[in-house]
Nanobody
Framework: QVQLVESGGGLVQTGGSLRLSCAVS????????MSWFRQAPGKEREFVAG????????YYKYSVKGRFTVSRDNAKNLVGLQMNSPKPEDTAVYYC?????????????????WGRGTQVTVSS
């Protein structure tokens, strides 16, 4: 059974830090690019950060670049998102997702597997 389980969400103050983790079971992430998306209340889900198969390339939404770092551990089937200096506008439910094939990494509809999300709330 395929599962992507996000953890690490919670309440954090502006300027603090938070680390999200995504534990994957039911398939090995080696053959997938992995990404984080988020959805704020009343807004559409959006791409936040993604990482290529071997950690060699990372991709970020412009507004989080320099503050967030995406990573993966293929041996442990884990994906992480380090969030430094979060801002109130980063408040959202964060989702981990797996992309097979060669579609653009920001193409949400191309993702095969999704987690159920973890809430991140940033207070000012």
């Amino acid at each position: 059974q395929v599962q992507l389980v996000e953890s690490g969400g919670g309440l954090v103050q502006t300027g603090g830090s938070l680390r999200l983790s995504c534990a994957v079971s039911g398939f090995t992430i080696n053959n997938y690019r992995m990404s984080w998306f988020r959805q704020a209340p009343g807004k559409e889900r959006e791409f936040v950060a993604g990482v290529s198969w071997s950690n060699s390339n990372t991709y970020y939404k412009y507004s989080v670049k320099g503050r967030f770092t995406v990573s993966r551990d293929n041996a442990k089937n884990l994906v992480g998102l380090q969030m430094n200096s979060p801002k109130p506008e980063d408040t959202a439910v964060y989702y981990c997702a797996a992309l097979s094939g060669y579609d653009p990494i920001k193409s949400m509809s191309a993702y095969r597997y999704w987690g159920r999300g973890t809430q991140v709330t940033v207070s000012s």
